[in-house]
């Protein structure tokens, strides 16, 4: 499945942003590799940071961002120490790009499809625009729209036909990493399935990383092959996928797994007591203690590293670390 | 080149707007016509040329007085029935709604334009190209400043100038023509500086370059009062929506597409909000043609306004109702030229044909 | 259980309406407006200033074209008041003739302590002869010098004697000063200046008691009752316009006028078009297209020009004119944004579910649709205020309008057909025009402060 080969190496990604309220510890020390053909499930509730996470890698920062520090290696390089022109010109688009949530409004309304996904070529590789346009068509009919609707405006398609165009464009200067922000959350369950089912053709075509971003575990076992979970801001388990379905170790994860309503058993789903916390004012020790049901003192007053429990097997649990 | 979609849209609103023009200059006449006004201008002014050729006919020379009266009588009674004045008063009303649109409305009764002519439809036609010219300069100004103006404190989202913006928008409430008296009062009656209305200096310049520099000097206050009563809301409401646009999705698309700043602020902040910018100036620009009409009086500025507000201080009926028919033609085209812009700039428009 | 729940609203949406500074000062200002019209109806009752508005004779004892009274601040002198010297309170001296006639004199004092001169002198008889008698009139200046003014036969029982438009008298004057002064003043000497300046180059008031004398051979029964008025050149708290009204009358007055004009159409204007929209919505179909058709229309028909035209063809009071300029301004655009909004609530399940149990059309529109779409509409209501006292300002200011009501717009018109900005009169503009700011800003700011509630997306911008 993988290569071998790291694409992506994420070193202490920190972010944090200014609220009314206080500052956000939006994202912590996150850690992470992705090798190349690998598919990176980072699941997690809403408001846990995987969407800042999406962001965070493309530098796609709110206007009202604290601190953005860290080290982020695109095949060796770090390019956070890229400035801003630098950064735009070689990693966005064309080494990392990203499919948003609820491609509704991905695109701009009062341009047409065919020029937009057409628009990173001209920018990035310089591209005369009747041959981007005629690639962004190529693509287009790839993803299994008829080549015309390049020549409609986003108003004209319909969710699932968004969907797609916004995954065309997101390839057309042929990334090695595509960043999947809950790409199908906003549709139905059939065309949830087309999509999932085309992003594993392509992923194959084109050998593509991807960074897949759900709150849906079923979904995010469709096609991952690693798994990261995130709970308020925070990496809390990161394996292989075939490990993680079969053996959780964190409580957060297990609370997951548990709440997945099965098909072939009579088990009741559970579901995890509580609320995800504030991140401006985040429970001391493990952000997590105050609803887990194995939480005792250490829990609370000293917060866990990522203990290694098995090959490429991180928890930052203390169940796995100093012992009980 | 131009989608076929757009072209059906402009013909259907052509000719939309066109009826509407119709009905509305109807409704004009009748509530003129309520009194019998028009009939009577109509009427007098019918007999008044018939005399006059008459007298003036050679062919009718030799004849007694009480002979030529005769013929005056019988010319002006098939003349009645030819213009339909026989007829009742709603099939009237076409007659004098067809002369109104075309401002065929005879002549005047105390008015004449600068030429010596008495007749309705020149003194008007005389008066437009200086309303048209105060008026367009205008609001050329004001929607680009209005427009820069927005995006500049939009950037400049909660700081102190953005704030001060934002307490005076509330002044826009105020018309121009009383921002025009105050600029009246400082500029002329406190500094004498700048003149308190006319067109051009008098006696007017030979010299065209003077002329025109004398022109200019003239419509500097009646230009600065519009532009300050529509200054602080018009930027206010403008910056409002580019913060509100600017959260939009694509936007965030954009930026990470590796969108150069520029492109992304040109096109996926600005372009998206031209159209509800264009509304927002619709409602505006059709509501001060009516204020413009108080503006030029206040400049003695020799446009369509200053010529209403002269008519109506007599009264001067055929002049008034000319009045009315033109500005129901100039509201006509205001109105097409805006939903041809609009559709312009958002194609949901032009695919669903409006 | 909804009706506490409504005013329990109302009382939650004016706390976070003070919350606003801006509203703040904008309810100030209105409530200063209101007692201020109440004030104005009570004490002066509307038929009577129509009535002193329009007479001449009700101001005849006031100066023409007055400053108010405080701009002596800026000048930095005390500036004239009016001072009515009635010949009743004079010192009298009657002697009787041997025809029997009288040969009467009266004498009157009055003090001058002004440091500028008067605008006006006019003598008032109010008597009755006879014969027509001559009167002879005496100025006696504080130095004791005394200036023969006039020998004047009386026209009439009441008769005026215009002082200031004498030329003869004021010939003689000037005569009198470049004889006291030795050559020709720096000043041009008119009557005024001429009774009451110090016999030097420059103008200076000479201060002190000045008395007038009248003489005069009377029959016995003959009566001569006269006033001195010697107008100044301030006038109460607003001044005085060209026919000597007190501006503050129009002031006051104009404030019930213009609240009450600007309300009504808003109001009326607002819930109309809100009705129209509602309809237009609701029932769809052809009544939907009808109504469409009526607004395009509406938008090409000339609103002010045919407001002029109605209001110069025919005779028509301000009640005539609020209810054309409603009826012209219902089918407003705004109706597009109700329709639409209609449109919407329609489809929502639980009018569906009232429909299910047999609830009227009515009851629908008026329990369920309005209180949704009513809300946001209050906030445009309110700032559509001002636009409606603009315009009555406006039609006044063109001369159209109730020629009858003195309002603010009117006064300005007054001001300028009377040449106010050539002699600059700044006062005689700039109160209506502060008034007509001063309400326009209340309004402004209540509705901006009103929209920010109603739209959540505005609050954090």
């Given at each position: 499945m993988s290569s071998g080969k790291t694409v992506l190496s994420v070193r202490d990604l920190k972010l944090y942003y200014r609220t009314r309220k206080g500052i956000v510890k939006a994202l912590e020390e996150i850690n992470f590799d992705l090798e190349k053909e690998d598919v990176l499930a980072v699941v997690g509730e809403s408001g846990c940071g995987k969407s800042t996470l999406a962001r965070a890698l493309v530098r796609v920062l709110p206007r009202n961002i604290h601190t953005y520090e860290g080290k982020v290696f695109l095949n060796g390089r770090?390019?956070?120490?890229?400035?801003e022109e630098a950064f735009r010109r070689e990693v966005r688009w064309k080494k990392i790009s990203i499919v948003f949530q609820g491609a509704m409004n991905s695109f701009n309304p009062v341009y047409k499809i065919g020029q937009q996904v057409a628009e990173p070529l001209v920018i990035h590789d310089n591209v005369e625009k009747k041959e981007a346009l005629k690639k962004a068509r190529q693509l287009i009919e790839l993803m299994?729209?008829?080549?015309?609707?390049?020549?409609?405006?986003?108003?004209?398609?319909s969710g699932g036909m968004k969907q797609r165009a916004a995954i065309a464009m997101a390839l057309i200067t042929n990334p090695e990493i595509v960043i999947l922000d809950e790409p199908t959350s906003a549709l139905d369950v059939l065309t949830q399935a087309n999509i999932i089912n085309l992003l594993k053709r392509i992923k194959n075509e084109f050998r593509l990383s991807y960074i897949f971003i759900t709150h849906d575990l079923g979904l995010a076992s469709e096609l991952a092959n690693k798994v990261a979970v995130i709970y308020a801001g925070k990496i809390v388990e990161l394996s292989s996928a075939d490990v993680f379905y079969t053996e959780p170790k964190h409580p957060y994860s297990r609370g997951l797994i548990a709440s997945v309503p099965t098909l072939t058993t009579d088990r009741k789903p559970e579901f995890i007591s509580g609320a995800p916390p504030s991140l401006i004012d985040p429970p001391s020790g493990c952000r997590f203690h105050p609803r887990c049901r194995f939480a005792w003192d250490k829990c609370s007053a000293e917060e866990p590293g990522m203990i290694k429990v098995g090959e490429d097997h991180l928890v930052r649990c203390w169940l796995y670390g100093d012992g009980k | 080149m131009i989608p076929k979609g757009f072209l059906k849209f402009v013909a259907k609103r052509t000719v939309l707007l066109l009826i509407s023009l119709v009905i509305a200059v109807y409704i004009s006449i009748l509530l003129a016509n309520f009194g019998g006004l028009i009939d009577e201008m109509v009427k007098s002014d019918l007999m008044m040329s018939i005399t006059m050729n008459v007298r003036n006919n050679p062919a009718y020379q030799g004849l007694t007085a009480s002979e030529r009266q005769k013929i005056i009588d019988s010319l002006y009674q098939s003349a009645l029935e030819a213009r339909g004045l026989n007829t009742p008063f709603l099939i009237r009303s076409l007659y004098h709604l067809k002369n109104a649109l075309t401002l065929d409305l005879g002549t005047a009764l105390y008015l004449t334009s600068d030429s010596g002519s008495k007749q309705v439809r020149l003194i008007i036609l005389e008066r437009l190209p200086q309303t048209i010219m105060l008026f367009t300069t205008v609001t050329i100004i004001n929607f680009f400043t209005n427009l820069l103006g927005g995006l500049l404190i939009a950037r400049k989202y909660g700081s102190k100038i953005d704030r001060v913006i934002a307490a005076l928008a509330p002044t826009s409430v105020i018309p121009g023509w009383v921002y025009g008296i105050f600029l009246i009062l400082i500029?002329?009656?406190?500094?004498?500086?700048?003149?308190?209305?006319?067109?051009?200096?008098?006696?007017?310049?030979?010299?065209p370059l003077i002329y025109f520099l004398s022109v200019l000097k003239h419509m500097v206050l009646p230009m600065l009062s519009w532009i300050i009563a529509g200054l602080f809301l018009g930027i206010y409401s403008n910056r409002t929506f580019f913060l509100i646009f600017s959260t939009e999705d694509y936007v965030e698309v954009a930026k990470a597409k590796g969108l150069p700043p520029r492109q992304v602020d040109m096109g996926y902040v600005l372009r998206p909000t031209l159209p509800s910018i264009v509304t927002g100036l619709s409602l505006a620009i059709i509501g001060s043609w009516g204020g413009a009409i108080i503006t030029e009086t206040v400049f003695d500025w020799p446009g369509l306004g200053r010529l209403l507000s002269a008519a109506l201080s007599y009264p001067d009926p055929p002049v008034i109702v000319g009045e009315v028919a033109i500005y129901a033609w100039l509201l006509t085209l205001t109105v097409l030229t805006l939903d041809i812009v609009y559709a312009f700039l958002d194609p949901r428009v032009r695919v669903w044909g409006g | 259980m909804s009706s506490s729940k409504r005013v329990g609203g109302l009382k939650g949406v004016l706390h976070e309406v003070l919350s606003y500074k801006s509203a703040v000062i904008g309810v100030a200002i209105l409530l200063f407006l209101i007692v201020l019209s109440v004030y104005t109806m009570v004490t002066i009752p509307l038929p009577e200033a129509i009535q002193a508005w329009r007479s001449s004779e009700a101001w005849s004892r006031n100066p023409r074209n007055a400053q108010p009274e405080w701009v002596e601040i800026f000048y930095g002198k005390k500036l004239p008041r009016t001072i009515i010297v009635p010949l009743k309170d004079a010192d009298a001296t009657k002697v009787l003739l041997e025809d029997g006639r009288l040969a009467a004199s009266w004498t009157v004092y009055f003090n001058y302590e002004y440091d500028d001169f008067p605008s006006e002198i006019v003598m008032f008889f109010n008597s009755s002869y006879s014969e027509k008698p001559a009167v002879e009139i005496y100025w006696i200046r504080p130095d004791g010098e005394e200036v023969f003014l006039k020998k004047h036969v009386l026209r009439r029982p009441d008769d005026r004697l215009y002082l200031s438009n004498d030329l003869s008298l004021e010939l003689r004057l000037e005569g009198l000063f470049e004889n006291k002064v030795g050559g020709k003043p720096g000043f041009m000497v008119t009557v005024e200046k001429g009774l009451f300046?110090?016999?030097?180059l420059d103008p200076r008031v000479l201060k002190g008691r000045y008395g007038i004398r009248f003489e005069a051979t009377l029959e016995k029964n003959d009566v001569l009752n006269a006033e001195v008025v010697i107008y100044g050149s301030v006038y109460g708290l607003a001044g005085t316009d060209h026919l000597r009204r007190p501006l503050l009358i129009g002031l006051l007055w104009g404030t019930p006028i213009a609240m009450s004009f600007g309300l009504t159409s808003a109001i009326l204007t607002t819930v109309l078009s809100l009705i129209i929209g509602t309809i237009s919505g609701w029932y769809g179909g052809k009544i939907d297209l009808v109504i469409q058709r009526i607004v395009e229309i509406n938008a090409v028909l000339p609103f002010l020009p045919i407001l002029i035209m109605l209001t110069t063809f025919y005779r028509i009071d301000l009640l005539i004119i609020l209810l054309s300029v409603v009826v012209l301004s219902?089918?407003?655009?705004?109706i597009k944004g109700t329709r639409i909004l209609v449109m919407q609530i329609k489809s929502y399940p639980y009018i569906e579910a009232a429909q299910a149990y047999g609830a009227s059309n009515m009851r629908l529109i008026l329990f369920y649709v309005i209180p949704k779409i009513l809300p946001p509409v209050v906030p445009g209501m309110i700032s559509s205020v001002p636009g409606f006292v603009f315009l009555e300002a406006g039609l006044s200011y063109l001369g159209?309008?109730?020629?009858f009501l003195p309002t603010w717009g009117k006064i300005i018109n007054d001001a300028q057909t009377n040449g106010a900005f050539y002699k600059g009169m700044y006062y005689w503009v700039l109160e209506p025009a502060f008034m007509l700011i001063l309400t326009s800003i209340a309004f402004a700011l209540i509705g901006m402060a009103l929209e920010k509630i109603v739209n959540p997306k505005l609050k954090e911008l």
């Open positions: 770090n390019v956070m120490e890229l400035d299994g729209m008829p080549g015309i609707f390049a020549e409609r405006y986003p108003f004209e398609l | 500029f002329y009656t406190w500094l004498h500086v700048l003149p308190p209305g006319g067109l051009v200096d008098y006696p007017p310049p030979k010299d | 300046a110090e016999y030097s219902i089918f407003s655009l705004g159209l309008g109730d020629p």
